[in-house]
């Protein structure tokens, strides 16, 4: 049967389903920057610009491309600058595709090198006013591609001319005046291709709205050119006051789909009806049907929640579509389906995660999906108020009691599915005279030390007892007593340990299976 060659995947798969939690940072040796040295090839005309005189005029783009990797770490790392030695690693390897990289300027963004360097995303947050807020307000990044080059070029002339009295009463020389503004600059670069949320901007520093827009039109224009040769027009009204989500034409998601033809429906949800997809650029995508029966709020919610997130380990969604009788959530397919299918068809503060809302795409990655009930908690809430929502099997019983919505919920939840994850099991068994809850037959293995009776049929004895045993008992930790539950943070730990003893213990299988062979 297809599913016992993957299965080892899909069961650790679950480290990247929670890693949504817990982004952790690279410990490569070279360069800690996700960079491609081919993609900043020397401007030979030196037209790439220099950022007010602050790099020189012919690294322009390596410049650009580096503040964007920047972000994209600082989004994993919450740190916005690398240290010394970290940075000449990544100018090395930039180093092969621009000479003069080197005495560029980039050096000058280094941890320690000014007041500003060592700041941390939560450092900038803090002292964000609401100047920042209206940055969309000052300079759109939408709209047609004469436009935009516009709005590139009025927010890069407007800084020029701010950046000459951008000290605005504060005690910084030029030099420090000038990564102070990246650092806010790399800050909002980086809640706009991950998951933060920011509002505001340094206090008395009006400078840096200039840059930080200039900078994201600028590179929005050329990975579009990168991709396609031509910027696509997105009319002014494509983008709502509380999102900026692209807004796809009612015609275009008709025709992606074959006007919602049987063949092409993939699932059915509370909400409404999904169905796969092809747009007219070519990209595969999943769109669900929801009828405006009820159901509004879950629409809302998801395009709210969703519009700004981007995310490895999360559906992406990437538009959406609404009439007066009906609307659609546009999100990329993930090719594999979801893992309930995996688990049991036959081989083949979310307050929801269970394996059909943890979806597989055509590389194994789990992305958690579904958010129509998920709760936002603001920074140091222990919990929120609500009606209990969820799906049966799956919910923490002390939510079912209290009501009170917080991280320990979605850690009971993914207790659940560890444990169908090693059982094959559903969180139910109705098959049996008494039906008996999933945890409840767990525990009762345990305390008669028939462990390996838990285990499902499918793994013939193929796997390491002691990674299993290590899993099992993680299972039953996250789906006890709220105060005996372990962190997020900790549940991968544990699972980083089971997989190392699973790779040892398939290791050790091969080198035994080489010698008797010879």
């Not at 919450?78 to 300027?105: H, P, R």
Request: net charge neutral; charged share 20%; glycine share 8%.
């Amino acid at each position: 049967m297809k599913c016992k060659e993957p299965f080892l995947t899909v069961f650790f798969v679950c480290l990247a389903t929670i890693s949504f939690v817990l982004s952790q940072s690279d410990s490569a040796t070279s360069c800690v920057l996700d960079i491609d040295p081919s993609s900043s090839g020397n401007n030979s005309n030196c037209e790439a610009g220099s950022w007010g005189g602050f790099v020189n005029y012919c690294c322009g783009e390596a410049f650009d491309d580096y503040l964007y990797a920047l972000a994209r770490r600082a989004n994993q790392t919450q740190k916005l600058f690398l240290n010394s030695t970290e940075q000449k690693n990544c100018l090395l390897i930039m180093k092969s595709a621009e000479e003069d990289v080197l005495g560029c300027g980039i050096e000058k963004l280094t941890s320690g090198a000014s007041s500003c360097s060592d700041y941390t995303i939560i450092d900038v947050v803090n002292n964000l006013g609401n100047t920042l807020k209206k940055f969309d307000e000052d300079c759109n990044l939408l709209g047609s591609a004469g436009r935009s080059e516009q709005a590139c070029s009025a927010c890069l002339k407007r800084w020029k001319e701010i950046v000459r009295s951008s000290n605005n009463g504060m005690d910084l020389s030029k030099a420090e005046a000038e990564v102070c503004s990246f650092a806010v600059l790399v800050t909002m670069t980086s809640s706009r291709i991950g998951i933060w949320n920011l509002a505001g901007g340094l206090a008395g520093s009006t400078v840096i709205i200039l840059v930080i827009t200039w900078f994201l039109c600028k590179k929005r224009i050329k990975e579009r050119l990168s991709a396609g040769g031509e910027i696509r027009d997105v009319p002014n009204d494509s983008q709502s006051e509380e999102t900026s989500c692209l807004k796809i034409p009612m015609k275009e998601v008709y025709s992606a789909t074959d006007n919602f033809n049987a063949s092409n429906f993939i699932g059915q949800g509370v909400a409404g009806k999904v169905y796969k997809g092809k747009l007219s650029n070519g990209e595969h995508v999943a769109v669900k049907h929801i009828i405006k029966d009820g159901y509004v709020d879950t629409f809302i919610r998801e395009v709210r929640s969703l519009s700004h997130v981007r995310h490895p380990n999360l559906v992406a969604l990437l538009g959406y579509c609404e009439d007066k009788e009906e609307c659609f959530l546009v999100y990329e397919l993930c090719h594999n389906g979801n893992l309930s299918e995996w688990l049991f068809e036959g081989c083949i503060v979310h307050r929801d995660i269970k394996p059909t809302n943890i979806l597989i795409n055509a590389k194994f990655q789990a992305k958690l999906s579904d958010f129509g009930l998920s709760k936002v908690m603001d920074l140091g809430q222990s919990y929120v108020s609500s009606e209990v929502r969820g799906t049966f099997g799956y919910v923490d019983p002390e939510y079912r009691k209290n009501h009170r919505v917080n991280a320990s919920g979605d850690v009971y939840s993914f207790g659940m599915v560890l444990l169908q994850l090693l059982s094959g099991r559903r969180v139910i068994n109705l098959n049996l005279n008494t039906p008996m809850p999933l945890t409840k037959m767990a525990r009762l293995l345990t305390a008669g030390g028939n462990i390996e009776e838990f285990a499902d049929p499918k793994l013939n004895s193929k796997y390491s007892m002691e990674a299993f045993n290590h899993v099992f008992k993680l299972a039953l930790s996250c789906t006890g007593p709220k105060q005996q539950r372990p962190s997020m943070e900790q549940v991968v730990l544990e699972l980083e340990k089971a997989l190392e003893i699973s790779m040892q213990f398939s290791s050790l299988r091969i080198e035994r299976k080489k010698t008797f062979l010879y």
